[in-house]
């Protein structure tokens, strides 16, 4: 039986239980007013129908596994793969057997629920995704899928608002496309630059993981406590910092930009390492931020864009750093290898790999692997290719500090 067949018995269920539901009540009441009368007639009700269960409604749990592993198998992409989500809004039994079956992005390269965007991608192969910039609204779409198709529906992952403020420039990042207030359910974080918009900060409305990166005392009491903005929820934590190198000299050549990932330690590209992965989303708590400055002049800080400083007495975190382009005589520009996923040269284009050193002991395999690239393949239109130990939020969130203008790095 296929599961709109289930869903179907669910609803008639539901039905025939409401309705026994509404006679219960009205016997209640007659009693409730004839116990008020000093003398009750002797009155014999009427015997109620019992309820009749659905066949689906008390399914033996290996049965129950059974069918929705199979429905996970069969289904491996949008949209088809609504039904797995579905099926974990059946009800309490459904939703821990489809949480059970359903695995990470890390372990199947699939994304399946909202918390997937927050969880880091498979470490064989990348996520494919694209994204589509409109210019008139200053809004920006992440899709799942390798290229746009006018024949099918692209899964939407995230969508930003772009607001241009005089000091700085901020990237509002939701899970839907026509609600960017900060004081939603909806929100995740956002990507704030600098006046020269050579430095970003990326902001995650949850906590980091007890595995990930804290910043010194000094610096975390500084801008947790002082330098917070009253118009942003007190949902504020900074998980990476990107700074692009600044131009002096205005050479040719590509921008230069490292980030240092504060959530993901270094070890997580080791032998044996593993990125924190979070399980749930945060709850919303609409609790007030305390006055303060912006926190605009945080991106100044020389501890936030120097891993040393930033993680004096901690865990070292993960630095990436975009891959050297080499100079082809015969077309006269810089070129990357992106294996067919980016055909439009722009500034903007860039692959990350992690930037180490001989003793943190990363194989060299490792040290090669392209983590994040990015490019355009048409007009607004640009692809996302990510995997370990990177988010699909915090690929996102560094991609779109490319599109900020850079007069000081180019």
């Not at 590209?269 to 609790?287: V, Y």
């Not at 007495?313 to 050297?324: Q, S």
């Not at 090669?368 to 393949?377: C, M, R, S, T, Y």
Request: aromatic share 8%.
């Amino acid at each position: 039986m296929s599961f709109k067949s289930i869903v179907r018995e669910f609803k008639e269920m539901r039905d025939r239980m409401s309705n026994v539901s509404k006679r219960g009540v009205e016997c209640k009441q007659w009693h409730s007013r004839k116990a008020k009368s000093h003398i009750a007639p002797d009155v014999t009700l009427p015997p109620v129908d019992p309820i009749q269960q659905g066949q689906w409604a008390n399914l033996p749990p290996e049965l129950l596994l059974d069918i929705i592993r199979r429905v996970e198998e069969s289904e491996t992409t949008w949209p088809a793969r609504a039904v797995v989500v579905s099926c974990a809004s059946v009800c309490k039994s459904w939703r821990a057997i489809t949480k059970e079956i359903v695995k990470t992005p890390e372990q199947c390269g699939r994304l399946t629920f909202p918390v997937s965007v927050k969880q880091p991608g498979p470490r064989d192969a990348p996520i494919q995704c694209f994204i589509r910039r409109n210019r008139e609204t200053s809004t920006y779409y992440l899709y799942f899928g390798l290229v746009p198709s006018e024949n099918e529906r692209a899964k939407l992952l995230l969508a930003v608002k772009k607001i241009r403020k005089p000091t700085a420039t901020e990237f509002v990042i939701s899970f839907v496309a026509d609600d960017f207030s900060r004081a939603s359910s909806t929100y995740l974080g956002k990507l704030r630059s600098n006046f020269l918009g050579t430095k970003f900060a990326i902001y995650d409305s949850q906590p980091p993981l007890k595995a990930s990166i804290q910043l010194n005392n000094r610096s975390s009491n500084k801008f947790h406590s002082k330098q917070v903005s009253p118009k942003v929820p007190w949902r504020k934590h900074s998980v990476v910092t990107i700074s692009y190198e600044l131009n002096v000299l205005r050479t040719r050549g590509p921008r230069r930009m490292h980030c240092i990932l504060n959530s993901i330690p270094m070890s997580a590209i080791q032998e044996g390492g593993n990125a924190p992965t979070p399980t749930t989303l945060p709850q919303f708590s609409s609790s007030p931020a305390p006055k303060g400055k912006d926190s605009a002049t945080d991106l100044n800080s020389a501890n936030l864009l120097d891993p040393l400083a930033s993680s004096q007495g901690m865990v070292e975190p993960l630095v990436l750093k975009n891959k050297a382009p080499r100079w082809h005589e015969q077309l006269q520009c810089w070129c990357l290898n992106f294996k067919g996923r980016v055909t439009v040269a722009s500034v903007k284009n860039f692959q990350l790999c992690a930037a180490v050193d001989p003793s943190h002991d990363v194989p060299a395999a490792e040290q090669e692997k392209v983590i994040l690239q990015f490019g355009k393949i048409g007009k607004d239109i640009f692809t996302m290719d990510y995997r370990y130990p990177l988010s699909a939020f915090q690929a996102f969130a560094i991609c779109l500090s490319s599109f900020d203008t850079k007069p000081a790095c180019e």
